[in-house]
């Protein structure tokens, strides 16, 4: 079953809990605080395998969990960090917030794209001794792992897409040209998945080849398969127009094209634009002339036709070295940039829920994982940045509750990972 869409829900592993403890030991007196830092929680990493052609795997299962790291121990002895949870899709598959779209990650190179990050173990008691502070009786909890619903898109890495209304020679052609193996048959949407294929060149030179399948009039709006699949086209450098020259189907095949350019313009304004190539299928079964009178058509409006016998590979040698050629003129396969997440208004009045937690002079900000995404925005380096995260403070009543609290000039404030002299 081919799936290119799939909704799943992930959460990175909880940093562990820091630890209280004090030291104990014979003819040692006061030892001291020596409770350990919590372990890291696991991160959640998606990376590309290229045994893997579907996201069909993700219909079955859609929750993801990274697990927790461990707490501290005493004699300073840290929890463990928790191993990432990682996740193999296919190559070419888009990561989107599933909220907003936001593209999060592109998984199209080699490289692992860490999507969701565990939390930071807590600190323990021993980080909190100071000189009026000797005997601290408490430790940090641990900072909770991200969590997001995240959307998959597979859009298939291919050099060439082949398009064209179905039944035209599309599957015919890419299994005469590449080592694809599609179902060929004399009906419509014989052709139900994208089928890649590797055209070789020679030794050291190949390049991709899809037949993109099911599109018809009103495939941009979602009429027939078409839908479903244009989205493997906007990747593909160049597109192989296909038509039938003889209009064996009854229809005619300069309206047939002009259809189809249409509904890739209504699907993505950058694919009129893309470079295409008209391949005349089916030479066999009309006349030369009327296959001149095309061809006269297409390169008088700026394309470069090519009549061919797919069935007999006639004709389609010229076709492939001239695309071969033109793919080195071209950009690289397109990936797509991961969008940064925006500043969220704290203008607009929203339930913010957190806990303020007072020991020993120090106050803890907690149990607001919404701030930790706030937080992780945040450059602490950059006065404007630091400036929007105490608006944040002051907008979601955070510093009203640290007054409420009894908290003073000089008092340290520690939100996860950040501490802070408070500073009316």
Known sequence: MFVDIANIHLKAGNGGNGAVSFHREKYVAAGGPDGGDGGRGG??????????????????????????????????????????????????????????????????????????????????????????????????????????????????????????????????????????????????????????????????????MADIPGLIEGAGEGVGLGHEFLRHVERCRMLLHVIDVSGSEGRDPIEDFNKINKELAVFSSELKDRPQIIVGNKCDLTDDSNVAELKKYFEDNGYKFF??????????????????????????????EPEPKPHEDFTVKKKRTFNIRACDGVYF???????????????????????????????????????????KEGDTVSVYDVEFDYVP
Not at 314 to 319: A, C, H, S
Not at 372 to 398: C, H, K, W
């Open 307 to 336: 009549p061919v016998m797919a069935a007999i590979a006639e004709g389609t040698n010229d076709l492939i070295n001239f695309v071969a050629a033109e793919l080195k003129k071209l950009p690289a396969i397109k990936q797509y």
């Open 43 to 208: 991160d959640i990493i998606f990376k590309a395998d290229d045994n893997l052609s579907t996201l069909a795997d993700f219909r079955y299962k859609r929750k993801y969990a990274a697990k927790n790291g461990e707490d501290g121990k005493a004699t300073r002895s840290s929890g463990k960090k928790a191993p990432p949870l990682i996740i193999s899709v296919p190559r070419g598959t888009l990561v989107k917030e599933t909220e907003t779209g936001r593209i999060i990650a592109d998984i199209s190179g080699d490289e692992e794209v860490v999507i969701a990050k565990g939390g930071n173990g807590g600190w323990g008691n021993t980080h909190f001794a100071t000189s009026t502070r000797q005997v601290p009786r408490f430790a940090k909890s641990g900072n909770p792992g991200e969590e997001l619903d995240v959307t998959l898109e597979l859009k298939l890495l291919a050099d060439v897409g082949l398009i064209g209304f179905p039944n035209v020679g599309k599957s015919t052609l890419i299994s005469v040209v590449s080592e694809a193996k599609p179902k060929i048959a004399n009906y419509h949407f014989t052709t139900l998945t994208p089928v890649l294929g590797v055209v070789r060149m020679g030794e050291g030179s190949s390049f991709v």
């Open 365 to 407: 900000v907690e149990d607001a994982p919404w701030l930790l995404e706030v937080m992780n925005t945040v450059d602490p380096d950059d006065y404007e940045s630091l400036q929007y995260f105490e608006r944040v403070l002051r907008q979601s009543g955070i510093i009203d509750a640290l007054k409420e609290h009894g908290v």
